[in-house]
T-cell receptor, first 108, second 117 residues
């Protein structure tokens, strides 16, 4: 499985854009890049998934460069309720484990 | 309706005891999982079942035995509990076949916090 590296924590303020970069140098051809969000005392929740270039949904954008060795999750105009742990996953099939994630704290 | 539900939400027990955690999903998915989240927030896959068949067992001690009576249920039984088993256990489900190469969205339950004293 491709190993992922992401910052342990990030601080932001309401209304700002938050960008979290994940490194995955040994990503395989079949691997997808997926991001999950986890609030305290809850299970992770799917945010976005991509294979290459850019993906956007109503919650976030995912930027993937041509070499796919990294990816950036972009959260536009965050609010206090976006305070959570964000996990980057790289893989395919059923065998997916999460790293330690990035704790994003949004302040007023 | 809760998509993936686990019971109990909290479990406090003594070392050496045997305990079970139940999981049910009403999403019609073929694949279910058990994950363990430690105090450092790492979520590690333990087991994966597809159509009631075990497809992933990630070097989990034999004291952990998953059982899938049908596609909608995946229970986790733990024998001879140890202090290191204290963690939050998450059940999840996804759609896909046993030869699945893509990656489908995982739907997680709320977690079951196990504390071994």
């Amino acid at each position: 499985l491709a190993k992922t590296t992401q910052p342990i924590s990030m601080d932001s303020y309401e209304g700002q854009e938050v960008n979290i970069t994940c490194s995955h140098n040994n990503i395989a051809t079949n691997d997808y890049i997926t991001w999950y969000q986890q609030f305290p005392s809850q299970g992770p929740r799917f945010i976005i998934q991509g294979y290459k270039t850019k993906v956007t949904n109503e919650v976030a954008s995912l930027f993937i460069p041509a070499d796919r060795k990294s990816s950036t999750l972009s959260l536009p105009r965050v609010s206090l309720s976006d305070t959570a742990v964000y996990y980057c996953l790289v893989g395919a099939g059923y065998k997916l484990s999460f790293g330690a994630g990035t704790t994003v704290t949004v302040r007023a | 309706d809760t998509a993936v539900s686990q019971t109990p939400k909290y479990l406090v027990t003594q070392m050496g005891n045997d305990k079970s955690i139940k999981c049910e999903q009403n999403l019609g998915h073929d694949t279910m999982y058990w994950y363990k989240q430690d105090s450092k927030k790492f979520l590690k896959i333990m087991f994966s079942y597809n159509n009631k068949e075990l497809i992933i067992n990630e070097t989990v001690p034999n004291r952990f035995s998953p059982k899938s009576p049908d596609k909608a249920h995946l229970n986790l039984h733990i024998n001879s509990l140890e202090l290191g088993d204290s963690a939050v256990y998450f059940c999840a489900s996804s759609s896909g076949t046993s030869n699945y190469l893509g990656t489908g969205e995982l739907f997680f339950g709320e977690g079951s916090r196990l504390t071994v004293l």
